[in-house]
């Protein structure tokens, strides 16, 4: 597909923000919306609990590549509904059914974009995990998959539903601070340790392997590649810039306004680990945008990190600075202006509910979600630039109309994505 030119683009990302030309709702009897799950993880399960915590939502199916994980939702399905849903391997039996108006896809991240697409296809709306997708270009096909065939679809990134989140952005965007110049975000996660060096064995029985590598490139199975720790290694996902990153750009760009970075310079890599993982356990990146300066930067096995907090997003402007933190957050006064009175605001209730609230609000209604694509793109793909940024070793310059990197091809050619022979991406923008 050609690149989009710069009033394509803009039209796209308009229709995106506003929820226009969406397909109207088809629902089942009485409002039900029947859900099938593609990815029965912790992540799937718990997600799928916050759904069914809504007595409008059945969840005939639900799917993983292990039988073990797939039995645990449905066991969970059972109890809440007191009918057990099918189980199968292979998500596109989910997209096949007539009975299934959504679908929450939790999968690893390199299995986001394929199911996300085809269930477009399939007339299906979506509620898809974080980070978007692996790679950009995926990000970009599943944005073009869901306005093409008018689907309402919601990245799982639920601070945006947060009340705290939503406060402190307000204060940000009164003008209040000021002019901010420096936003900095940070994650230091003393859980977080090594995974050690196990050997590379026989999958389990109860696991289609193949079908969990999908379009990723064939590796032996190792336990450490699989479950919980996929997100260490880059065939399959970002590490903890795309994990817990996503997170953290995401209420920066919402506070900071639509812009996209100039220039991205990251630095890092395993200087505290000695296992088989291969994202790193020390980052910082530096976004260049045109009105001021992001930071991104993480560390594992330490909790003490800046104000000593394991987490926090910094807003610093010239009146003063707001910190969003674990407990909640908080304004502080520059000394010399005092424009506004130091304050601390605490933290809100659990923002998931409120976050998949909205998206089944926006299946019946047709409206974009808080979080649709438009805003998941965005956010994903300015994760993804600082850790194609640490792969190279280059400081990059993005053009983000063509969604191009035009100083370093091979930095560039890590925007994109190259299937696994027989996976093939549809509405994919470069071959």
């Known amino acids: 597909m050609n690149p989009l030119s710069r009033r394509q683009f803009l039209n796209t990302s308009v229709l995106a923000a506003t929820g226009l030309a969406l397909a109207p709702s088809v629902l089942g009897a009485n409002d039900k919306i029947r859900l099938g799950l593609i990815g029965s993880g912790g992540r799937g399960r718990d997600v799928l609990g916050v759904f069914l915590s809504n007595k409008e939502v059945d969840c005939p199916i639900v799917c993983d590549v292990d039988d073990a994980m797939s039995a645990k939702a449905a066991?969970?399905?059972?109890?809440?509904?007191?009918?057990?849903?099918?189980?199968?391997r292979d998500f596109?039996?989910?997209?096949?059914?007539?009975?299934?108006?959504?679908?929450?896809?939790?999968?690893?991240?390199?299995?986001?974009?394929?199911?996300?697409v085809f269930a477009c296809q399939s007339g299906k709306d979506i509620y898809v995990e974080k980070p978007l997708a692996k790679t950009i270009d995926e990000g970009r096909a599943m944005l073009e998959a869901s306005l093409r065939h008018q689907?309402?679809?919601?990245?799982?990134?639920?601070?945006?539903?947060?009340?705290?989140?939503?406060?402190?952005?307000?204060?940000?965007?009164?003008?209040?601070?000021?002019?901010?110049?420096?936003?900095?975000?940070?994650?230091?996660?003393?859980?977080?340790g090594g995974v050690g060096n196990p050997p590379d064995t026989t999958p389990p029985p109860t696991v289609d392997?193949?079908?969990?590598?999908?379009?990723?490139?064939?590796?032996?199975?190792?336990?450490?590649?699989?479950?919980?720790?996929?997100?260490?290694?880059?065939?399959?996902?970002?590490?903890l810039m795309t994990d817990w990153g996503v997170h953290l750009i995401n209420v920066m760009l919402w506070a900071m306004g639509p812009e996209h970075p100039k220039t991205i310079s990251s630095t890092g890599g395993k200087f505290v680990l000695h296992d088989n993982s291969e994202t790193p356990d020390t980052q910082v990146t530096v976004y260049e945008f045109p009105s001021y300066t992001l930071i991104w930067e993480h560390k594992v096995g330490q909790n003490n990190g800046l104000y000593n907090r394991p987490w926090g997003i910094l807003f610093s402007g010239s009146e003063g600075t707001l910190i969003i933190h674990d407990e909640g957050w908080e304004i502080i006064p520059e000394r010399k202006k005092k424009s506004f009175e130091a304050a601390q605001f605490p933290k809100?209730?659990?923002e998931r509910y409120p976050h998949v609230r909205n998206f089944l609000d926006c299946v019946k209604s047709r409206q974009q979600p808080v979080e649709n694509l438009a805003v998941g793109h965005h956010v994903s793909s300015v994760a993804h630039l600082g850790n194609i940024s640490l792969r190279t070793g280059q400081k990059i310059i993005w053009d983000p109309v063509a969604e191009k990197i035009t100083n370093d091809k091979l930095a560039d050619h890590l925007v994109g994505v190259k299937y696994r022979t027989p996976w093939k991406l549809p509405y994919r923008r470069r071959t």
């Not at 399905?77 to 189980?87: I, Y």
């Open 75 to 88: 066991q969970i399905v059972e109890k809440s509904r007191g009918q057990r849903p099918d189980t199968c």
């Open 348 to 350: 809100g209730p659990d």
């Open 209 to 239: 392997y193949d079908f969990w590598l999908g379009p990723a490139p064939k590796h032996p199975f190792n336990q450490n590649r699989f479950h919980f720790n996929f997100r260490w290694f880059w065939d399959y996902a970002g590490g």
């Open 151 to 192: 689907r309402v679809v919601q990245m799982g990134t639920q601070w945006r539903s947060g009340e705290h989140f939503k406060k402190a952005v307000e204060f940000i965007q009164s003008g209040k601070l000021g002019k901010i110049g420096l936003v900095r975000g940070w994650v230091y996660l003393d859980w977080l």
């Open 92 to 116: 596109r039996k989910i997209l096949d059914r007539k009975d299934i108006d959504a679908v929450l896809v939790a999968t690893p991240d390199h299995w986001h974009a394929l199911p996300t």
